[in-house]
């Protein structure tokens, strides 16, 4: 394993009411809980194939009994708790990079599409480029890699709107950066994003 390479999985904690609210809003709390635990799990298969290691941060607490409690070097760290997301993933990329990682990588538990391939061809992007980005359909990032912090990527940013993904484009090139542009992939934020997800794989989520 490349220990120069860092994984961190932004997670919330699976709690009924507490997330996944706007896909809750039309399917109920209960489905939109089981769809997001069964999210997690995807995302831990998925990651767990990635040659490099991993960071959990959690939205509220640290789990120290999670389907990541076996998996080891798997490192846990509580969310920055300031409500900017921004905050929270330059805390977490400049936590990374004072450990000595050089290439990092940063990913969320929403995006069903998301594979180890995708995540592999960011580190291997990192190889040769500056930075990597994987842009969802609603205009946000799937994913957000680079080999040293640059904090202008998370500054000045309208957080979960549809300006985010081409605002950060907009840095990479203001700061002369050479950068990587994966495929467009879904996050999976209300009801109608889970037609992207084939009907029996969405209902074993849902369950």
């Known amino acids: 394993m490349n220990k120069k390479r860092l994984l961190i999985i932004f997670v919330k904690n699976p709690e009924l009411g507490k997330c996944k ?22 995302t831990k ?12 941060y959690y939205s509220s607490f640290i789990d120290d009994n999670d389907l990541w409690s076996n998996e080891p070097p798997v490192y846990k760290f509580l969310q920055n708790q300031n409500p900017d997301l921004g905050i929270k993933m330059q805390s977490a990329f400049k936590e990374a990079f004072s450990n000595n990682y050089e ?5 969320g538990s929403d995006c069903y599409a998301l594979d180890e391939k995708v995540i592999d061809q960011a580190f291997k992007s990192l190889g040769s480029k500056d930075a990597v980005l ?21 500054e000045n940013k309208e957080w979960s709107t549809d ?17 990587e542009l994966l495929k467009e992939l879904t996050d999976i934020d209300n009801e109608e994003d889970l037609k992207s997800i084939p009907e029996a794989e969405k209902q074993q989520l849902l369950t």
């Open 45 to 56: 298969e998925v990651s767990e194939k990635v040659e490099a290691d991993k960071a959990i």
């Open 134 to 154: 994987g842009p969802s359909n609603d205009g946000g990032y799937y994913l957000l890699g680079m080999n040293q912090l640059h904090t202008e990527l998370f």
């Open 21 to 42: 609210t706007r896909l809750a809003a039309t399917i109920g709390d209960q489905k939109a809980l089981n769809f997001y635990k069964n999210m997690l799990i995807r």
């Open 163 to 179: 300006t985010v993904a081409s605002d950060t484009m907009q840095d990479f090139k203001n700061l002369n950066l050479e950068f």
């Open 103 to 107: 290439s990092v990588c940063v990913i």
